[in-house]
């Protein structure tokens, strides 16, 4: 079960077993409640093809693993993910809707990762990553990217969006088929500097990481970083990666974007 510890397994999806359940359970009673994120619970189907800057991203693991993370595409040449979907390769896959119709569907291998340096894997922070296209997305009707908030998008959005093709309820261990999408408040109750937050039962969870928050203006403000819950009985905190927080990190990285 070694495989299973954070920052390794806790984005298991379609193959997740029940030992990685169990130790999931036991790490989050004895982690201070903190577990990478994965499932829209309590979200509902997007229209199909109505994010289209939505990527589904391979990743392939050692010994021939394959799991998932979300993602979203920001250029003809990069996406965005979270750090801790990091891999040995990936294969970004964009116009997706249903996973199993791969019509219409790009996929394309990774040229460079960027994670940033100063991600950790304790705590979560710094949980964000550029992922460099080894050739150039296609843009169509299914294939746009979307904009980033800036550094004057500071203040806190509220009413936000959070999609995925991670699990839709707790008790199962596979991915939806479908893009799900699920509405977020976001709370000042964050417990570091550098995220967003949002408070409740419902929101992202596990297969979600890496996937955008995109709030009222349409930008991408968040990546799907974790779930936290302060105390026992207290309700859960989704974490993301505030990107106005970035902006002069991935301009170094995309300085042509
Ligand atoms: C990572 O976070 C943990 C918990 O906040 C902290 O104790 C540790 O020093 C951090 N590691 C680094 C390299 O900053
Ligand atoms: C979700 O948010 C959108 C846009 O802000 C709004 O139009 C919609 O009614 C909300 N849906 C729910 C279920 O709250």
Redesign the pocket.
Known sequence: MSHCFPGAQLDCDLTMSIHCELLILILTLTLGGQVHTGEVIGG?EAVPHSRPYMVLLERHMQHGKTKHCGGFLLSEDFVMTAAHCQASSYTVLLGVDNFRNSNGVQHISVDQAFPRKDYNETDFSNDIMLLKLRSKAKFNKNVRPIALAGQGDGSLPK?C?VSGWGRTNKDISYMSVVLMEV?VTLTERCPNTNLYCSEGETGPGKGDSGGPLVC?DGKAYGVVSHNFRPHSGDPEIHCFAKIPDYRSWIKLIMPNE
Do not use: K
């Open positions: 509902h009413s969006i509405n009222e």
